[in-house]
C-alpha cells in the first residue's frame, strides 16, 4: 500500500503536457471488438483503467501489442469470448461497454455488472433501453451477472429518458452494424462521444451527429482496421487548471483542447482567475485571491460533475459564501469529509454544497473515497499548509497519468511512500 505525501505551499509554475482521454479511450478500446482487423491507437493514457480494459480485451481473445507507452496495436481477427467476469468487470464503470460491443459482433454478452466510483446507485435502464429497442432481450443472470442476446440487431429510434453518457456509447456500439438505420435523441454530447463516433467512423462505420443531442447511424455490414489518436483528456486539463488556481501559481497546459474546456475556463475566470487560450494549450495563472461564486454541474456543454470535487477546492478558500449544486449524480460529495479535516468549511444538503471560504487550508490526513474526490485531496495538499498524507490512491491512479512526475515538474512537493515507512515517519 502506498500514499502520497505533499507539503504544501508551493505555486505551481511551468508546462505540463495532458494525456489522453481516460474516459474516450475506455469506450475506443472495447470499440474494437466490432472491427475485423488491427487497430492501432495512440494517445492512450498510461492508467490503471486503460491496463483493465486491455485485461478484458485479451481476456476474450485480443492480441494486444503495446508499440510504446502511449500507443496500443489491438487484432480482434480471432477474438472468440462473449463472457466478461466479475474480477474483470469490478474494477471500472467502463467494463459496460463490452455488452454493446460484444453483443454488436457475436450477437451474445455476458458481463457482470460494473464496479468504478460509488456515487450512490448507478442504474442501466437507459443502456437496456437501447439494447431491447435494437431486438436484444436482456436477463439478469446468477453472480451479479446480466446476458444479452440478440439473433440480429435492427436499426429503431432510441429516446434516452436521461441523458447518459454510458447509454449512448452502448446505443452506438450495437447500432454500427445492426441492419438499418438507428436514431439516438437526447444523446449525450460530452467530448468523447465524439471521439468514439471519429473512431468509428475512421473504421467505416456510418454515424452522424454526434456532439448534438441527436445521432444517427446507419448500419454497415463490416468495420476495418484503423489508426487512431484519442483526444487529450478534458478533465485532467481541468485539475491542472484547478491546482494552478488553488496555489496562486502560473502553468502553461498543453496538448489540449481549448472548446472542451470553456465551461471550466469561465467558472475560472469568474473568480478572478487568468487564463490565455492558444490553438493546442492554455495559460492559468492567478495572481490576486480567489472570488467566490456559485457553480453547478451539467451535462456537457455544461459544467462538468467530473470537475466538481476540483473547483470545490477553490470555493474552499475563496473569499465569502459558495453554493455548489451537483445535479448529474446523487451521491458526489462523499469526499467533503476528508476536505473538512483540512479546514474546508462546508455544508452539504443533498446536492447542494454551501462553502464559507477560509484564509487558508492546513495540511492533515485524508482519504481519497473516489477518483476526482482524491484528485481534490491532491490539489487541497498543494495549497495548504504543511503537510497531507493521501491514503487510497489506487483511486486516483485509475484516472491520471504519472501525476507524481507531472506535479513535481510544475514545483509541487509530492512523492510517493509506502504505508509502513508512514508509520514509521509518524511515530518518531
Ligand atoms: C460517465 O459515466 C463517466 N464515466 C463519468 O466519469 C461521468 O461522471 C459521467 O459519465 C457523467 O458525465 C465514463 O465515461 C467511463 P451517465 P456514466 O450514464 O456513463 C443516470 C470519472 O470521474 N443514469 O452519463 O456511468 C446516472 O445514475 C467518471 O471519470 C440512469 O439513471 O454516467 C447519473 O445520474 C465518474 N440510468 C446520470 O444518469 C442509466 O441507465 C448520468 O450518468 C444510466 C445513467
Same mark, same amino acid.
Given at each position: 500500500m502506498e500514499k502520497f505525501r505533499i507539503i504544501g505551499g508551493n505555486r505551481l509554475c511551468g508546462q505540463v503536457d495532458i494525456s489522453g482521454a481516460k474516459n474516450a479511450a475506455v469506450a475506443v478500446l472495447p470499440a474494437t471488438?466490432?472491427?475485423d482487423g488491427v487497430c492501432r491507437i495512440e494517445n492512450?493514457?498510461?492508467?490503471a483503467d486503460v491496463t483493465n480494459t486491455l485485461k478484458i480485451l485479451k481476456y476474450l481473445g485480443s492480441k494486444v501489442r503495446y508499440i510504446n507507452k502511449n500507443t496500443v496495436e489491438i487484432d480482434n481477427r480471432n477474438i472468440f469470448g462473449y463472457i466478461v467476469p466479475h474480477d474483470l468487470a469490478r474494477?471500472?464503470? =467502463?467494463?459496460?461497454?463490452f455488452i454493446g460491443a460484444l453483443l454488436s459482433r457475436f450477437g451474445i454478452a455476458r458481463v457482470s455488472m460494473p464496479g468504478g466510483c460509488n456515487f450512490g446507485v448507478r442504474p442501466i435502464d437507459q443502456h437496456i433501453k437501447g439494447f431491447n429497442a435494437l431486438g436484444a432481450t436482456v436477463s439478469p443472470m446468477e453472480n451479479g451477472m446480466i446476458e444479452v442476446v440478440a439473433n440480429r440487431l435492427v436499426g429503431n429510434s432510441i429516446y434516452l429518458d436521461i441523458v447518459s453518457v454510458g447509454a449512448t456509447v452502448n446505443a452506438m456500439l450495437c447500432a454500427v452494424k445492426s441492419r438499418g438505420f438507428t436514431i439516438i435523441e437526447n444523446a449525450a454530447k460530452e467530448p468523447h462521444i465524439v471521439d468514439l463516433a471519429n473512431f468509428l467512423n475512421s473504421a467505416g462505420a456510418d454515424i452522424r451527429? =454526434?456532439?448534438?443531442?441527436v445521432i444517427k447511424v446507419r448500419g454497415v455490414d463490416h468495420l476495418y482496421g484503423t489508426t487512431y489518436s484519442i483526444i487529450p483528456d478534458q478533465i485532467e486539463a481541468g485539475t491542472y487548471m484547478a491546482a494552478a488556481a488553488a496555489t496562486g501559481g502560473d502553468v502553461l497546459i498543453?496538448?489540449?483542447?481549448p472548446k472542451h474546456l470553456e465551461s471550466i475556463t469561465a467558472k475560472l475566470q469568474e473568480m478572478g482567475v487568468y487564463i490565455e487560450e492558444y490553438d493546442d494549450s492554455i495559460r492559468v495563472c492567478r495572481p490576486e485571491p480567489l472570488i467566490h461564486c456559485n457553480v453547478k454541474t451539467m451535462p456537457h456543454?455544461?459544467?462538468?460533475t467530473d470537475m466538481q470535487p476540483q473547483i470545490s477546492v477553490l470555493l474552499s478558500i475563496a473569499k465569502g459564501t459558495s453554493i455548489l449544486t451537483e445535479?448529474?449524480?446523487?451521491?458526489?460529495?462523499?469526499?467533503v469529509d476528508e476536505l473538512r479535516r483540512m479546514g474546508v468549511q462546508v455544508q452539504v444538503d443533498g446536492k447542494v454544497a454551501v462553502f464559507q471560504g477560509v484564509d487558508y487550508l492546513t495540511g492533515a490526513p485524508v482519504k481519497a473515497t473516489d477518483l476526482r474526490g482524491g484528485i481534490a485531496m491532491v490539489i487541497a495538499a498543494l495549497a495548504a499548509r504543511g503537510k497531507t498524507e493521501i491514503e487510497d490512491i489506487q483511486h486516483i491512479e485509475r484516472g491520471y497519468e504519472n501525476i507524481v512526475d507531472k506535479l513535481a515538474q510544475l514545483g509541487g512537493d509530492i512523492c510517493r511512500i509506502v504505508v509502513s515507512d508512514s508509520v514509521a515517519v509518524r511515530a518518531l
Amino acid at each position: 500500500m502506498e500514499k502520497f505525501r505533499i507539503i504544501g505551499g508551493n505555486r505551481l509554475c511551468g508546462q505540463v503536457d495532458i494525456s489522453g482521454a481516460k474516459n474516450a479511450a475506455v469506450a475506443v478500446l472495447p470499440a474494437t471488438v466490432l472491427i475485423d482487423g488491427v487497430c492501432r491507437i495512440e494517445n492512450i493514457p498510461n492508467i490503471a483503467d486503460v491496463t483493465n480494459t486491455l485485461k478484458i480485451l485479451k481476456y476474450l481473445g485480443s492480441k494486444v501489442r503495446y508499440i510504446n507507452k502511449n500507443t496500443v496495436e489491438i487484432d480482434n481477427r480471432n477474438i472468440f469470448g462473449y463472457i466478461v467476469p466479475h474480477d474483470l468487470a469490478r474494477h471500472m464503470r =467502463a467494463s459496460y461497454y463490452f455488452i454493446g460491443a460484444l453483443l454488436s459482433r457475436f450477437g451474445i454478452a455476458r458481463v457482470s455488472m460494473p464496479g468504478g466510483c460509488n456515487f450512490g446507485v448507478r442504474p442501466i435502464d437507459q443502456h437496456i433501453k437501447g439494447f431491447n429497442a435494437l431486438g436484444a432481450t436482456v436477463s439478469p443472470m446468477e453472480n451479479g451477472m446480466i446476458e444479452v442476446v440478440a439473433n440480429r440487431l435492427v436499426g429503431n429510434s432510441i429516446y434516452l429518458d436521461i441523458v447518459s453518457v454510458g447509454a449512448t456509447v452502448n446505443a452506438m456500439l450495437c447500432a454500427v452494424k445492426s441492419r438499418g438505420f438507428t436514431i439516438i435523441e437526447n444523446a449525450a454530447k460530452e467530448p468523447h462521444i465524439v471521439d468514439l463516433a471519429n473512431f468509428l467512423n475512421s473504421a467505416g462505420a456510418d454515424i452522424r451527429g =454526434a456532439g448534438t443531442d441527436v445521432i444517427k447511424v446507419r448500419g454497415v455490414d463490416h468495420l476495418y482496421g484503423t489508426t487512431y489518436s484519442i483526444i487529450p483528456d478534458q478533465i485532467e486539463a481541468g485539475t491542472y487548471m484547478a491546482a494552478a488556481a488553488a496555489t496562486g501559481g502560473d502553468v502553461l497546459i498543453r496538448n489540449v483542447i481549448p472548446k472542451h474546456l470553456e465551461s471550466i475556463t469561465a467558472k475560472l475566470q469568474e473568480m478572478g482567475v487568468y487564463i490565455e487560450e492558444y490553438d493546442d494549450s492554455i495559460r492559468v495563472c492567478r495572481p490576486e485571491p480567489l472570488i467566490h461564486c456559485n457553480v453547478k454541474t451539467m451535462p456537457h456543454p455544461g459544467f462538468p460533475t467530473d470537475m466538481q470535487p476540483q473547483i470545490s477546492v477553490l470555493l474552499s478558500i475563496a473569499k465569502g459564501t459558495s453554493i455548489l449544486t451537483e445535479s448529474v449524480w446523487d451521491n458526489r460529495f462523499r469526499y467533503v469529509d476528508e476536505l473538512r479535516r483540512m479546514g474546508v468549511q462546508v455544508q452539504v444538503d443533498g446536492k447542494v454544497a454551501v462553502f464559507q471560504g477560509v484564509d487558508y487550508l492546513t495540511g492533515a490526513p485524508v482519504k481519497a473515497t473516489d477518483l476526482r474526490g482524491g484528485i481534490a485531496m491532491v490539489i487541497a495538499a498543494l495549497a495548504a499548509r504543511g503537510k497531507t498524507e493521501i491514503e487510497d490512491i489506487q483511486h486516483i491512479e485509475r484516472g491520471y497519468e504519472n501525476i507524481v512526475d507531472k506535479l513535481a515538474q510544475l514545483g509541487g512537493d509530492i512523492c510517493r511512500i509506502v504505508v509502513s515507512d508512514s508509520v514509521a515517519v509518524r511515530a518518531l
